[in-house]
């Protein structure tokens, strides 16, 4: 017969056994995991969407604790019916050291020169070769995909998997709830352009999650590779110089959204008309805080590159009567 003492050992084991599911999927970016992402913790108010840290419509938006390998490494906002992100967010601190160059070789003695033999020669009435084409006369390769970004993944749990970290996608995934990376296959004109860049990720594996199409919008190739990363570029070497915190370390917050637009891609993924991206951070060389704002027009030829405050920013993503605030309750510039 059992006494009560196994009767509560066995209870104990059994509890010990089971493997807690952590929730990725959250009604609020008033979280633990969220609020180390965004300045002063505060999530973006974002009219009709987001209120104080709140989702509005728990239905359609949900708030992704972007994992991978078990580590959080940014948040998004992400909208369920468009299948694109409202808005990813990010703790910038600079990139991780490169590995260190393997040393020179030591310089080994010269070997003898070879004695000079005769010249071989020319063949008489020989069939002449064509010229090759000199390297800087061949035409310009086309822009390869960043490598870390193969495989794409998807978030698990959107998908109704139990699973903390982002998956590698597959067609055997439920993609009612997000994209899937078929949509993109065979794509002539539209890039899975990220939101929180591949360039701007800290570690490699920093980098790695950023390659989840739950962080990606469909945007045109020719804005994607040339003006979009080149505001990317810019937004880096910005924060690499003016973001140097009472700590002399590198630390900025960045937002980077997309404005949905009116048509789709392969029937299921929401086309931005733009994309934008805001940064805040204090300057102490300076004493002071310092913000800036970019946006650009997702087509495919004459892709527009407007350099903005936060209130310019702003304006052009709030209805009447509204504010779409990137760092509220902060000391950020408008």
Not at 71 to 87: G, H
Not at 138 to 161: V, Y
Not at 225 to 249: A, F, H, L, P, S
Request: hydrophobic residues 30%; proline residues 8%; positive net charge.
């Amino acid at each position: 017969m059992m006494t009560s003492w196994h009767l509560l050992s066995l209870a104990m084991l059994l509890l010990l056994s089971i493997t807690p599911t952590v929730t990725k999927l959250e009604n609020s970016m008033s979280t633990n995991c969220a609020t180390q992402f965004l300045l002063n913790g505060k999530a973006p108010q974002v009219p009709g969407i987001l209120a104080n840290g709140n989702i509005l419509n728990q239905n359609r938006y949900t708030s992704i604790c972007q994992t991978f390998q078990t580590v959080q490494r940014f948040v998004t906002l992400y909208d369920k019916q468009t299948k694109i992100p409202v808005f990813s967010a990010y703790k910038y601190t600079g990139q991780q050291a490169a590995i260190p160059n393997r040393p020179k070789r030591i310089n080994r003695p010269n070997k003898p020169k070879r004695i000079n033999r005769p010249n071989k020669p020319k063949k008489i009435n020989g069939p002449n070769r064509p010229n090759r084409p000199r390297k800087n006369n061949r035409p310009n390769r086309p822009n390869r995909p960043n490598r870390p970004c193969t495989p794409w993944k998807i978030e698990a749990q959107l998908a109704g998997k139990q699973d903390v970290n982002m998956v590698n996608d597959n067609a055997n995934y439920n993609h009612a709830n997000q994209a899937a990376d078929a949509d993109y296959n065979g794509q002539t004109i539209y890039d899975r352009g990220h939101l929180f860049p591949v360039s701007l990720a800290f570690s490699q594996d920093d980098k790695k999650a950023t390659c989840t199409l739950t962080n990606t919008v469909p945007q045109t190739i020719n804005c994607n590779r040339g003006k979009w990363r080149v505001i990317e570029d810019k937004i880096g070497k910005e924060m690499n110089t003016e973001c140097i915190n009472n700590n002399n370390q590198i630390e900025g917050f960045l937002v980077t959204g997309a404005q949905p637009g009116k048509n789709k891609l392969n029937s299921q993924v929401n086309i931005p008309s733009h994309l934008w991206s805001a940064f805040c951070c204090y300057n102490r060389i300076n004493n002071k805080w310092i913000a800036k704002a970019y946006r650009v027009s997702n087509i495919q030829t004459g892709c527009v590159r407007q350099d903005l405050t936060l209130a310019q920013l702003s304006q052009k993503l709030s209805p009447p009567g509204t504010k779409y605030d990137f760092f509220p309750n902060s000391l950020c510039p408008w």
